[in-house]
Structures are given as structure tokens and as C-alpha cells.
């Protein structure tokens, strides 16, 4: 069935990186775009990245742009979100989503169709 694992989250503190996967299976992960989702505890789940099937076209929330980078490796069926100088409010359950609509992305929950479990970030201040 069609399935997103992510992995990579923790506790850092603040300063620090860490690199989150989400690996795909049961689709053809290349003809999706992808995207990061993320939601604090009390607050709505919001986008973080988002990028196109084939990695050219990439989006960033202006929360975090300049500090993370989303990336992909369709051979490995795999979407990565780099995320360098964390601070405290970057703390939140990370999910990663497939894109609704096949090769392009959007900006809402509602363009997404799918979802990983969540992994726990944790930025210490």
C-alpha cells in the first residue's frame, strides 16, 4: 500500500542541524511532488517545504527560508528536508505529504493525500 516513513528527527539544540527522510513506497514516488508539513504543540499544522517531482522547483515558508532545504533522491525514493541554524520554535512533529495533484505541489493540507507517521523535533534553547 502506498506508505511514507519519515526518520531523522531528535533533540538538538539550538544553533544545530538536523536532516529528516521520508521514504515512499507502494507509488511511483517520481511522478509526485512532496512536500513538509509541520505542527507545534497547540498550533495547526502548517507548511514547511515543498518540491516537484523533479526537484527543480522547490518552495520554502518564509519562517524558514535560508535555514532548511529540501531536496530528493527519486532513485532512492526518498524526500530529505535539511534543517541548519534550529531555534526553539522550529520544535514541532514533522510529517512529510504526497501531493495530491501528481508532479506540482501546493501550499495546503488539502493538496496532500498522503502522510508519514511524524517524527519529533526538538530544539533546546
Known amino acids: 500500500q502506498v506508505q511514507l516513513v519519515e526518520s531523522g528527527g531528535g533533540l538538538v539544540q539550538a544553533g544545530g542541524s538536523l536532516r529528516l527522510s521520508c521514504a515512499g513506497s507502494g507509488f511511483t514516488f517520481s511522478s509526485y511532488a512532496m512536500g513538509w508539513f509541520r505542527q507545534a504543540p497547540g498550533e495547526e499544522r502548517e507548511i514547511v517545504a515543498a518540491?516537484?517531482?523533479?526537484?527543480?522547483?522547490?518552495y520554502y515558508a518564509d519562517s524558514v527560508k535560508g535555514r532548511f532545504t529540501i531536496s530528493r533522491d527519486n532513485a532512492k525514493n526518498t524526500v530529505y528536508l535539511q534543517m541548519n541554524s534550529l531555534k526553539p520554535e522550529d520544535t514541532a512533529v514533522y510529517y512529510c505529504?504526497?501531493?495530491?495533484?501528481?508532479?506540482?505541489?501546493?501550499?495546503?493540507?488539502?493538496?496532500?493525500?498522503?502522510w508519514g507517521q511524524g517524527t519529533q523535533v526538538t530544539v533546546s534553547s
Open positions: 518540491i516537484s517531482w523533479t526537484g527543480r522547483s522547490t
Open positions: 505529504a504526497r501531493s495530491r495533484t501528481g508532479g506540482s505541489y501546493g501550499r495546503a493540507e488539502s493538496e496532500y493525500d498522503t
